[in-house]
């Protein structure tokens, strides 16, 4: 009975978060429900559509660079152990904690006119504050997978990449995919560190500000609308991708 009534506190706590996040979102899109013909006009606004691709198209590909270089990286931390490793992922998280807008001036000294308003200054701001989650999910996932199982697969012939290939990168799978899609979520809820380095070309969260400050609250929330449809569809099939993959 303890136990049960440690649960429902604990569940009575949580929901509170719950409905604190909820709430928002339900409120515009009921809002939004109201003033339909103001969402229609802004599926038609070549402008939007425009940014909302380049959001999309610019965050997938900043997720698949952290893939790249961050799950190898992970592997390191997770099986060796060599000097200035404490700093090493301390480093890595000094991202989450930088302001926005000093990250944008940090990239625009640092990288000038190569990164200036083109898509590459877009993707290395979304890289640069999204990448710890790829690397850190990726440690926590190897990790967790016992080093004696690529042991055994090395003592049977295997190589080092193959070990890491057929045992360990398969069992550290869900927590990569689940690192994989915070990182894609907070490249594409970047907007400080773009506004900074990469003004244009134009994405959503871009736009959501200028038509803000130049309309309005009526003109920028059918965007915001979008932009939350669009994260919440692709967050929950994603979820529901790895969920599949982890029970399979």
Request: proline share 4%.
């Given at each position: 009975m303890r136990r049960d009534y440690i649960l429902y506190l604990f569940a009575t706590l949580g929901t509170?978060?719950?409905?604190?996040?909820a709430l928002p979102i339900a409120?515009?899109?009921?809002?939004?429900?109201?003033?339909?013909?103001?969402?229609?006009k802004t599926l038609h606004d070549p402008l939007v559509l425009e940014a909302l691709r380049n959001s999309l198209a610019t965050a997938t590909a900043t997720a698949l660079?952290?893939?790249l270089f961050g799950v190898p990286l992970?592997?390191?931390?997770?099986?060796?152990?060599?000097?200035g490793k404490s700093f090493v992922q301390a480093l890595i998280d000094v991202p989450i904690v930088i302001p926005h807008s000093v990250v944008g001036i940090m990239l625009l000294v640092t990288f000038s006119r190569a990164i200036l308003d083109n898509y590459l200054g877009i993707i290395s701001a979304m890289l640069f504050v999204s990448a710890p989650f790829t690397i850190n999910a990726s440690r926590d996932g190897f990790s967790a997978v016992d080093e004696k199982l690529e042991g055994v697969a090395r003592t049977l012939g295997a190589s080092r990449l193959r070990a890491f290939a057929s045992v360990a990168l398969p069992l550290?799978?869900?927590s990569i995919a689940s690192g994989a899609i915070m990182t894609w979520a907070?490249?594409?809820?970047?907007v400080g560190a773009i506004?900074?380095?990469a003004y244009y070309p134009k994405t959503a969260q871009v736009l959501i500000l200028e038509y803000f400050n130049n309309y309005g609250l009526r003109s920028s929330r059918p965007i915001a609308v979008l932009m939350v449809s669009l994260s919440l569809g692709?967050?929950?099939?994603?979820?529901?991708?790895?969920?599949?993959a982890k029970n399979a």
């Open positions: 509170f978060l719950i409905l604190y996040i409120v515009i899109f009921l809002k939004q429900a109201s003033d339909a013909g103001m969402l229609v660079i952290a893939l992970g592997y390191v931390l997770a099986r060796e152990e060599f000097p550290a799978f869900p907070r490249a594409v809820s970047e506004l900074v380095v692709i967050f929950v099939l994603l979820r529901w991708l790895v969920g599949r």
